[in-house]
């Protein structure tokens, strides 16, 4: 199937998505979903048009109190879909798709430790990648984020001694 | 399934059976594995963080760095996603001299493969003879980029040198070595019967669980899904080369040695297509500091699967945003599939076949000696505190000790 | 007692047994490590060999940063070596967090966790940097038993 054809279903089966989707080269489809609606689209993108794997998910902060996530859904390997969705920084909230992609659970995990969106629904886990010990509220990816200021777990000495090298190293 | 009655095993992240650090949590009944779960993180560096703090040309030498492995299919994958934001055209002769080191890796990172596999399922001889054979594509490399791992070859708008004609030579005659080698390891992985039964029906996930869990690389080509960026979504040079892609239907790790094994194959004739092809002309396009504000996504077939880069630009010469989608990322959620109702020895290999890169794979940044198999839990605390008491019931303190030894280093 | 701590200390010092860990390194320097101990360089003709626990080992070899989450699991390996032991450092990123310096999630190097013996360094260190590093640790051991036996 085209890239042409592609873009032509989904703007025909979703009135809203007109002028919203973008083809920018061969095998790269782009577009943009508000959240209300990503999840019809997202399940007939997988569904019916067989775009079965999700690559990756990528969360970024676009600065001015919106986060995005984008959903990279691959059609045989042959035609990425870049699925893209808008979240307001104050309240970042999407619902897991890992029932139709099981594999979106590590990446999801990784939206939720590196830019603190909450994602609805997922199964009880480790966290990925930050350690456990992670001060509440730190999201090193957004943008405001600049360093721990002191306030990362550091490493604190044995039984109250402290580790050679370390000895400044707050307990 | 994990019921009350099995014993829980932690392995990693120190463990001899993994070269990287990385945890895995089995449930036990007997030698027979129920449950699994694996914890990353380890190498969890903050790489994505720190891409938005320097230039894009110090960022490809970061990202080179996201893996010794497969240090070119990073920083190839970076330079093409933004060499398409900014629209740089990159000439012929660039993308083959790519091309030419992307095999050249692939070719590195399959033999280490083979050699790591060895040591996995305790065959020594192969490690030493495949990792002896890696040799003379290390010293090709640092002939034609200078350096054995971490080539800095690419630049965005292309390669950083160029190769002449005594080089391509060299080039030729160790690809006939090599090819001779690697018969011999095709010839060994067919007739062996040991390596056969040590490595047949172990690991095995099915075509739909592959698909299912998304699954890249050779080991989703060894369960029958014939899929590889380089002939899906071509970049660099492949469109104008011909090669095959090579998958079988066994499921198990012994087709994922197959299919490495014939790519090594595939990826010789490769090499020797671009020495015959490689067009004359410049190896660089020039590209300004400045990148225009957009995004791309960029994707590379590295040694161990499909790799993803997805870059976003905002006008100044600092990207905005980069991500970076590991193969190893996309393949381990498959392994707790492939370990269920395996036996514990089979682990290593298990683990050892999906090529796990896990540097590639945390890049942003419970030491249980997998012998503590004792049925009740002591909390690892518990003993190290024990440890110190015996010590120093004999009149050892480890404090005092420490301290001297850091006066004297 | 004498003869017996001088036939230990020669030993130690004529074949130490190494333990490598990699604490969130990208593995250039580790597949390095290994590349020297295959029949290319062939550390195992030094005596060189390589134990998988702690508890056997006089050497650590490091490579890499130190990441938060391996930072205690570093400390414990450290401990449980026996004494006397040496850690040596290999890589930019093990002598001081090299080309991830200043990340959020990496200390430095590895000298800020336990101490370090001596550093080799290289972006990877070459085989035949890590083979002249062991030796001079080993020589320069050689000159002071004494304390070293403790």
Redesign the interface.
């Known amino acids: 199937m085209s890239e042409e054809k592609i873009k032509q279903e989904l703007e025909d089966k979703f009135s809203y998505l007109k002028d919203a989707v973008i083809i920018k080269r061969k095998g790269r489809i782009s577009a943009q979903v508000t959240l209300d609606k990503f999840n019809e689209v997202f399940v007939y993108a997988v569904k019916q048009m067989h775009f079965l794997a999700l690559s990756a998910i990528t969360g970024l902060d676009k600065g001015d109190g919106v986060f995005e996530v984008i959903y990279h859904l691959n059609r045989e390997g042959k035609v990425l879909l870049n699925l893209s969705v808008a979240l307001d920084k104050n309240n970042p909230e999407v619902k897991t798709v890992t029932q139709y992609c099981p594999s979106a659970d590590i990446y999801e995990r990784e939206l939720m430790d590196l830019l603190g969106i909450k994602v609805n629904g997922l199964a009880s886990g480790h966290r990925y990648p930050l350690t456990d010990d992670w001060p509440k509220g730190e999201y090193p990816l957004r943008k405001d984020w600049k360093g721990n200021s002191g306030k990362t777990p550091g490493l604190k000495g044995e039984a109250g001694v402290p580790f050679p090298g370390k000895e400044a190293q707050n307990a | 399934m994990h019921e009350s009655g099995d014993v829980r095993i932690p392995i990693g992240p120190q463990h001899p059976a993994l070269k990287e650090p990385e945890s895995f949590l089995i449930s036990l009944r007997g030698e027979k594995i129920t449950a699994s779960s694996v914890r990353l993180g380890y190498n969890h560096r903050g790489i994505e963080k720190a891409c938005e703090e320097r230039t894009y040309t110090q960022c490809l030498y970061l990202i080179e760095r996201i893996c010794g492995i497969c240090s070119h299919s990073h920083s190839t994958c970076f330079a093409q996603a933004v060499e398409e934001v900014a629209g740089i055209e990159v000439p012929a002769r660039a993308k083959y001299m790519r091309t030419l080191i992307a095999e050249l890796e692939r070719i590195h990172s399959h033999l280490l493969w083979l050699g790591v596999a060895g040591h996995e399922i305790g065959f020594d001889t192969l490690l030493m003879y495949t990792w002896r054979d890696r040799e003379v594509v290390m010293d090709l490399l640092a002939k034609l980029t200078g350096n054995r791992v971490n080539y800095g070859i690419n630049t965005i708008g292309g390669v950083r040198r160029d190769i002449n004609s005594k080089q391509k030579e060299e080039v030729l005659k160790a690809i006939d070595i090599l090819e001779d080698r690697t018969k011999y390891y095709i010839d060994l992985a067919k007739g062996e019967t040991t390596l056969i039964k040590r490595l047949q029906g172990v690991g095995v996930l099915s075509h739909e669980d592959a698909k299912k869990l998304d699954a890249v690389g050779p080991t989703a080509r060894a369960s029958g899904i014939e899929r590889d960026v380089r002939k899906d979504d071509p970049y660099a040079a492949y469109a104008e080369l011909d090669f095959k892609v090579i998958s079988v239907n066994s499921c198990d790790v012994y087709g994922r040695t197959l299919v490495r094994l014939g790519e090594l194959m595939e990826s010789f004739s490769l090499v020797r297509q671009i020495i015959r092809k490689i067009p004359d002309g410049p190896i660089l396009a020039k590209s300004s500091r400045k990148i225009p504000a957009g995004e791309a996504v960029s994707r590379y077939e590295a040694p161990r699967g499909e790799d993803l880069h997805y870059v976003r630009s905002n006008g100044t010469e600092k990207p905005d945003r980069v991500k970076v989608r590991a193969p190893t990322l996309a393949n381990i959620q498959s392994v707790s599939k492939m370990l269920e109702d395996r036996y514990l020895a089979d682990m290593p290999i298990v683990i050892a076949a999906i090529d796990p890169c896990f540097s590639c794979t945390d890049r942003l940044i419970a030491i249980h000696d997998a012998k503590d198999r004792g049925k009740n839990t002591v909390v690892w605390e518990t003993i190290r505190l024990k440890g110190i008491e015996w010590y120093k019931d004999r009149g050892i303190d480890f404090t005092s000790l420490n301290k001297k030894l850091t006066k004297l280093f | 007692m004498g003869i017996i701590s001088k036939i230990i200390n020669w030993s130690r010092l004529k074949s130490p047994w190494v333990l490598h ?12 490590i ?2 020297a101990l ?3 360089y062939d550390l195992e003709r030094f005596g060189v060999v390589l134990k ?3 508890r056997h080992a006089d050497v650590l070899l490091c490579s ?2 130190v ?7 570093l ?3 450290y ?2 070596m026996s ?1 006397p032991k040496f850690v040596v450092a290999i890589g930019s990123c093990a002598c001081s967090g ?3 310096n ?6 430095g190097g590895i ?7 001596a550093y080799i360094p290289g ?2 260190a ?1 085989p035949k940097a890590i083979i002249d590093g062991v030796v001079k640790l080993l020589q320069s051991l050689e000159e ?1 038993p004494r ?2 036996k ?1």
């Open positions: 860990f990699n604490t969130g390194a990208c593995n250039a320097c580790d597949i390095e290994i590349a295959t029949p290319r998988a626990t702690p890499g940063p990441t938060k989450q391996i930072e205690s699991r400390k414990r390996i401990e449980q004494e090299g080309v991830f200043g990340c959020y999630n990496v200390d000298n800020k966790v336990i101490p370090v013996s972006c990877p070459s002071k304390e070293a403790k």
